[in-house]
Nanobody, 127 residues
Framework: QVQLAESGGGLVQAGGSLRLSCAAS????????MGWFRQAPGKEREFVAG??????????VDPVQGRFTISISRDNAKNTVYLQMNSLKPEDTAVYYC??????????????????WGQGTQVTVSS
């Protein structure tokens, strides 16, 4: 099993920044990719950004390209995935989830490709 724990959400004004963290623990050797998703009220969960486990490949959806940055840190055997969010907009308001995938050769862009999920963290951007 893989356990994921997000942190870093909160309330920010439009144009501001937040950094989300996702600490991965457990059988992390099975992970091949990580993704950040978000879900706004009344909407489906959508892919935001993804990264290969080795950090070599990153992917973003168009609405966040150039504003969000996904990265991985391995410090003292702790594996943490970050989502740096800059120039935030009210439409970025949602619950943000990190997820881990065991699929090789690609970082999935849909929830079905991920077998492990964090509990979610709320991001609210006021106008």
């Amino acid at each position: 099993q893989v356990q994921l724990a997000e942190s870093g959400g909160g309330l920010v004004q439009a144009g501001g920044s937040l950094r989300l963290s996702c600490a991965a623990s457990g059988r992390t050797f099975s992970i091949r990719g990580m993704g950040w998703f978000r879900q706004a009220p009344g909407k489906e969960r959508e892919f935001v950004a993804g990264i290969s486990w080795d950090g070599d490949r990153t992917y973003y959806v168009d609405p966040v390209q150039g504003r969000f940055t996904i990265s991985i840190s391995r410090d003292n055997a702790k594996n943490t995935v970050y989502l740096q969010m800059n120039s935030l907009k009210p439409e970025d308001t949602a619950v943000y989830y990190c997820a881990a995938s065991r699929e090789s050769y690609r970082v999935p862009g849909t929830p079905a490709g991920y077998g492990y999920w964090g509990q979610g963290t709320q991001v609210t951007v006021s106008s």
